[in-house]
């Protein structure tokens, strides 16, 4: 039998659609649906991971797909921190604008210093600091949905148990 | 269930217990180092990134909203239902994983869908039930899997051990 494919090049592709989920603006609304990009990224990791399974190598086990989908999760956190940053330099905190353009439209009932607290907070510059906090959070956060999408991924692709017809008996001799 | 197997089961309960606790920090930093707001702002912070956090969507303690909004704790409150209830409750075992899926994320979806419509306006009680249902569900999906997933872990990691043991003695 072959050896188990690698894990680390499936685990960087669903990294790199999650952190392209998370960090791209709009998009990223997605994860507001209890994190459905971050653990898309972990069932898209555990998805590559499968289609490098021939029916020579041994079948692929929930630990290693719960293990695919943590590691898509630490690639996502770091890719996605640095591309959240480059997509801030280039065209500014438009979520944070739109959000509170939201609030005033719809005229939600959010008293006036939390609303100026949120006002401060969503265009406040990038420091070190918040980028150290968002990049430690998105690690912890990205590793754990990410291995609950490896989790879904395994429910989804499970390799069905093939049943081994035993050997036929042999006959006995014809007299 | 094996003894490994419910040591995963124990791991992955302390693990969900773990992640509700935590959703009440926020606040309570928010409560204890009232009027600023400095140290609260961060811990909010790091969950904003898997929720929208709007105050009027979320339950508040301490007259502080939670680190996440009602539909979700729902989702995460009742993931740890799901999981308490698992050693005694195993539904939906002729059911195939999809018909699962979706009979967790319809009413949830109901909600969501009838609401931007306009024919209803979910309210918190809908979001936090809706969303507890759908957290019940997938937990009882998920479960199975997770624990075989840690069972294979520990034991790996034992066998291991043990190996290391045998090459120093």
Redesign the interface.
Known sequence: MNQKPDKLIPALYGGVIMALI?SIPFI?FL??L??AG?MLGGFFAVFFYKNNFTPDTPPY???E??GVGALAGVFGAIIGTMLSLVTLALFGNIMGDYMIEMIRKFE????ME?FD?MEE?MTAGISFV?IM??L???L??DT??GL?GG??G???YKPKKSIISPPPMPQPPQV | MSKVEHRAYILILGCVIL?CVVLFVPPIIAYVEEPS?EIS??SY???S????Q???RSLSIFGHKLAVCA??TG?YFGALFGVILYPFVRFGKHWS?RTLWIIAVLPMLTDVLLNTVGIHTSSIATRLATGAFFGIGSAG??LP??I???T??LS?FSHQQGAQYESKT
């Open positions: 998370s990223n994860n507001c209890c994190c971050v086990t929930s630990g797909c719960m939600l009932d959010i008293p939390a607290a907070s918040s906090i968002q430690l959070s998105s912890v956060i754990l949905f609950l989790l879904i395994y429910s989804v | 992640w707001q702002h961060f912070r790091c969950f990134s898997i929720c929208h709007f105050e009027t539909r979700c989702i994983l999906i998920l899997i997770a075989e997933a840690v294979n872990l790996h």
